[in-house]
């Protein structure tokens, strides 16, 4: 694991910002994988700018989210589709038939996952992908005690990861209880990922992740076993870590 440790949230998401762009001048075909939440948010916004400024092309690219949450119709506010194209897709020229997120309203969800699969090894795997962590340690929706062999499938959010984006809804009631999210096993097969978290809340998980033993218990601590991760962490996220 690379580890870099930065002063705050700005930061963090300049220097992924630039490890994205280096990707894409490297292959401007690369297949990224996304995410949402509000880690990720100032890194797209960085990454608007360089494309504004014409130092990165989307033509080429090609993107597969992590994770959507089931029974949400995509132009709900709280839908991640309706997120990605508010935070990103509506700013840069990815072409609309190359950016993939799982659907959340697809009539068999099992056919779903699968299909959602196969998108992502028919575009030859994914180049970098994008993640943070929730405070249980989980990656995409892959809460505590899962399966490192899953793949794309459906899963219950954790208590914890309802509780966490009811701050997104009216009330908790309105917080989907169910998701499909990429599976560990699909995130591992990656050529590459970069990890980013800011905030004291995020501490403990991220001193689990990499100093602590690898178990489904903190999904993320697979990470270790991951030969080209990139962790970009703040000074408040990073202050748990015991190296
Ligand atoms: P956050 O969520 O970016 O909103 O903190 C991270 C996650 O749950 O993966």
Known sequence: MNIIVVKDYSEMS???????????????????GLATGSTPVGLYKELIKFYKEGMIDFENVIAFNLDEYLNLDPTHEQSYARFMEENLFQFINMKEKNHHIPSGTA?????????????????GGIDLQILGIGRNGHIGFNEPDIKFEAITHIVQ???????????????????????????????????GIILLASGKEKADAVAGMVSGKITPELPASVLQLHPNVTIIVDEAAASKINL
């Open 14 to 32: 300049r220097k992924a910002a630039h490890l994205f762009v280096g990707q894409i001048l490297q292959k401007p075909n690369s297949v990224l």
């Open 107 to 123: 009539l068999e969800f099992e056919a779903e996952c699968d299909r959602y699969e196969e998108l992502i090894h028919n575009a």
């Open 157 to 191: 959010l954790d208590e914890q990861t309802i509780n966490d984006n009811a701050r997104f809804f009216n009330n908790i009631e309105e917080v989907p209880k169910t998701a499909i999210s990429m599976g560990i096993k699909t995130i591992m097969q990656s050529r």
